[in-house]
């Protein structure tokens, strides 16, 4: 229902625009979030964005140098990454909160997709 895309080898410093797209059913009166996940770590949040796209939120991590957004009539999310660092390397999952409004919390987010890589390297 949901499919991230955009991912790739990047070197340090470029940008990546990361796409999720929902299929089979609409999302647009859901928050939505980006999410992330390095190998042995835990599944950590990026980035999140309410139903109208009136409100965003980041983790602190990445403030500053990510924007998301959502086009609602084409049922997609984005994450535009710039000045990506070694450190932003993960898999990137898009996911769909329970309520209106985006949440740092896991537990929120019933509907997740598959995710794309984000591989950041010289």
């Known amino acids: 229902q949901l499919q991230a895309s955009g991912g790739g080898l990047v070197q340090p410093g470029g940008s990546l625009r990361l796409s999720c797209v929902a299929s089979g059913r609409t999302f647009s009166n859901n928050g939505m979030g980006w999410f992330r996940q390095a190998p042995g770590k835990e599944r950590e949040f990026v980035a999140g964005?309410?139903?109208?796209?009136?409100?965003?939120g980041y983790a602190d991590s990445v403030k500053g140098r990510a924007t998301i957004s959502r086009d609602r009539a084409r049922n997609t999310v984005y994450l535009q990454m710039n000045d990506l660092k070694p450190e932003d390397s993960a898999v990137y999952l898009c996911a769909a909160s329970r309520a209106a409004y985006h949440s740092q919390a896991i537990q929120l987010y019933p509907y997740w997709g598959q995710g794309t890589l984000v591989t950041v390297s010289s």
């Open positions: 964005i309410s139903w109208n796209g009136g409100s965003t």
